[in-house]
Each structure stands twice: as structure tokens, then as C-alpha cells.
């Protein structure tokens, strides 16, 4: 069964570095996303991508954050400058379709520690 | 804006018991309803989901839950526990503003099963 992947699984990081995280979706996916979830809290939406633009993006997602889709297979979030409150599992969605009841898969996460 | 509440952290159930996940939402219009589950080192896997039509709707590995717009809930349910069903649930509403689709997650519900 196709699967959603993401690398690394583990990052440390220092603050004040870039730190660029990677997904390859479903490969005849068309929508893609970032969640992430800090330690004992909830999974937050922080953007979604079609058609390499940006969809919706929430307010956590602010000029530190972008994505890109570089090449037709890969899915990138780029922190530019981490903060001690980057820290946390991000997680990499894909769907084939928009609509309210289309699947998102999920990859395993990355989990990001930032010192 | 929409929400989503899981009242508790943490269950523990015996192997072959019955299990009920509380989910209560908050949204203005019909919701898209999701339930998803994460075992530990795994992406969240989509259990079922619901918009419309028959209240009750099956998912994979025997799960089910129950729509009830009266009570503003999707609880999810399953007859009988198996120890591999020991995991974290999280429950989801969708908003399509934008055409994103972002997911909206409850806490998240930490199962136990105790053999």
C-alpha cells in the first residue's frame, strides 16, 4: 500500500539554524499539508499546498516557515531560524482530491528538537 | 471556529472489554467527522469518517462510531479490545475554508489494554 515517508525521523538542532524537513506523499497525491503536535498537546494544522501555492495556512505559520515541492516526488518545510518552541513532532499529509471528506494520509513524523 | 473535544486523556480497558472514545465537536454547519489512530512510531491511520447518511459508520479494525448531532458527538466505539489496540485516538473535524481542508484534532485519547 503506497505510504506517506518523511526524513529524518530525528532532528537536533541548534537555535538560530535552518532546519529543512522532508516528505515524499502519495505519489499521484495533489494536495499536501503540515501539521505539527508539541510534546502533550494537539496535532495543529499549519499549512496546506495544491498546484505549488499555498492553500490555507494557519498563524503559527509565519515568515519563518515556507514550503516547496522542489521536484515531483518531494515536500519540504523549511524552518529558517528555529526557536526553542519549534520543537515537536511534524507530520507530512497528502490526499488525491480537496473536499470535506477526502482521506489526508499522515507519514510517520519528524521529530524536531531544537537546543 | 470549529472544535473538538475529547474529554479523557487516558483509558484503560481489559483485552476483550468494550471501548467507547468520547468525542464532542463544535461547529457551525454539518461536520466532516474523523477519527484517526497513532501507534508509537507510526503515522496517524484513518479509522472512519463521516459527513452524512446512516449515523453509525463502520471503519477498519472493527471500529465504529456513532453520529449524534443532538449531543454534538462522534463517539467512537469497538465489542471487544484486542491488545494491539493500544494506541493514542484522535478525533477531527474538517474545515474546508480556502479549499484546504485543514483538519481539526482533539487532545488525542491514550488507550491502555491491559491483558
Known amino acids: 500500500e503506497p505510504e506517506v515517508t518523511q526524513t529524518p525521523s530525528h532532528q537536533v538542532t541548534q537555535m538560530g539554524q535552518e532546519v529543512i524537513l522532508r516528505c515524499v506523499p502519495i505519489?499521484?497525491?495533489?494536495?499536501f499539508y503540515w501539521y505539527r503536535q508539541i510534546l502533550g498537546q494537539k496535532v495543529e494544522f499549519l499549512v496546506s499546498?495544491?498546484?505549488?501555492?499555498?492553500?490555507?495556512k494557519s498563524e503559527i505559520f509565519d515568515d519563518q516557515f515556507s514550503v516547496e515541492r522542489p521536484d515531483g516526488s518531494n515536500f519540504t518545510l523549511k524552518i529558517r531560524s528555529t526557536k526553542l518552541e519549534d520543537s515537536a513532532m511534524y507530520f507530512c499529509?497528502?490526499?488525491?482530491?480537496?473536499?470535506?471528506?477526502?482521506?489526508?494520509?499522515f507519514g510517520p513524523g519528524t521529530r524536531l528538537l531544537v537546543l | 471556529a470549529q472544535s473538538v473535544t475529547q474529554p479523557d486523556i487516558h483509558i484503560t480497558v481489559s483485552e476483550g472489554a468494550s471501548l467507547e472514545l468520547r468525542c464532542n465537536y463544535s461547529?457551525?454547519?454539518?461536520?466532516?467527522l474523523f477519527w484517526y489512530v497513532q501507534s508509537p512510531g507510526q503515522g496517524l491511520q484513518l479509522l472512519l469518517k463521516?459527513?452524512?447518511?446512516?449515523?453509525l459508520v463502520q471503519g477498519i479494525k472493527g471500529f465504529e462510531a456513532e453520529f449524534k448531532r443532538s449531543q454534538s458527538s462522534f463517539n467512537l466505539r469497538k465489542p471487544s479490545v484486542h491488545w494491539s489496540d493500544a494506541a493514542e485516538y484522535f478525533c477531527?473535524?474538517?474545515?474546508?475554508?480556502?479549499?484546504?481542508?485543514?483538519?481539526?484534532f482533539g487532545t488525542g485519547t491514550q488507550l491502555k489494554v491491559e491483558l
Open positions: 499529509a497528502s490526499s488525491l482530491h480537496t473536499g470535506g471528506l477526502e482521506t489526508q494520509y
Open positions: 505519489s499521484n497525491h495533489l494536495y
Open positions: 499546498f495544491y498546484n505549488n501555492e499555498i492553500s490555507e
Open positions: 461547529y457551525g454547519a454539518t461536520p466532516y
Open positions: 463521516y459527513f452524512s447518511g446512516d449515523t
Open positions: 477531527a473535524v474538517v474545515s474546508g475554508a480556502g479549499g484546504g481542508n485543514k483538519l481539526t
